[in-house]
T-cell receptor, first 117, second 115 residues
């Protein structure tokens, strides 16, 4: 399977704990995105990387959230001091990174479902 | 930012009938109009897209039509099948802004095909 993969698929944690999710993009995809999706809503953009550079962050990404893509391949999303409001599906997507003005299709992974008790 | 709405929010159709979902957007700079399908337990997947220089695009049983003046575009599914049951999202965006790579998803439409 050469699609976007995410681990773990499910995570249950207690409030106040730290959690880390991993995303492995499609190989040769330069761009990697993180989105959050709550029940009954569409995905909301969190941040994206062009290779290892984090180029845009949403205001949804509070200081408890940090994302990295150290070698321009896989990425991690860490949430510190989790709160019940962090419960959601965290989706990762990747794209080739075509120039602006071109369509640059984003391919999504299956997501990591986080439940904060 | 972009304000994106979809109608209806839920839609049930008999197998074999057609389904139409409408997406209304606010950003007049949007010139790329994709539709995503999200099945239970999976991430969204692109099913069809259109650029603003084209009014309609068709791919087998699905089609997208665009009314740029009125700022809306629609997804049409003909001869619906049970596997079409899913949540559908539109995500219009401009292609010209460097750095503006994020997708802003609509409110979603849950389509149920009744066998």
């Amino acid at each position: 399977d050469t699609g976007v993969s995410q681990n773990p698929r499910h995570k249950i944690t207690k409030r106040g704990q730290n959690v880390t999710f991993r995303c492995d993009p499609i190989s040769e995809h330069n761009r990697l995105y993180w989105y959050r999706q709550t029940l009954g809503q569409g995905p909301e953009f969190l941040t994206y990387f062009q290779n290892e550079a984090q180029l845009e962050k949403s205001r949804l990404l509070s200081d408890r959230f940090s994302a990295e893509r150290p070698k321009g391949s896989f990425s991690t999303l860490e949430i510190q001091r989790t709160e019940q409001g962090d419960s959601a599906m965290y989706l990762c997507a990747s794209s080739l990174g075509r120039p602006s003005g071109s369509t640059d299709t984003q391919y999504f992974g299956p997501g990591t479902r986080l439940t904060v008790l | 930012g972009e304000n994106v709405e979809q109608h209806p929010s839920t839609l049930s159709v008999q197998e074999g009938d057609s389904a139409v979902i409408k997406c209304t957007y606010s950003d007049s700079a949007s010139n790329y109009f994709p539709w995503y399908k999200q099945e239970l337990g999976k991430g969204p997947q692109l099913i069809i897209d259109i650029r603003s220089n084209v009014g309609e695009k068709k791919d087998q049983r699905i089609a997208v039509t665009l009314n740029k003046t009125a700022k809306h575009f629609s997804l049409h599914i003909t001869e619906t099948q049970p596997e079409d049951s899913a949540v559908y999202f539109c995500a219009p965006k401009p292609l010209t802004n460097f750095g503006n790579e994020k997708l802003t998803f609509g409110t979603g439409t849950r389509l149920t095909i009744i066998p």
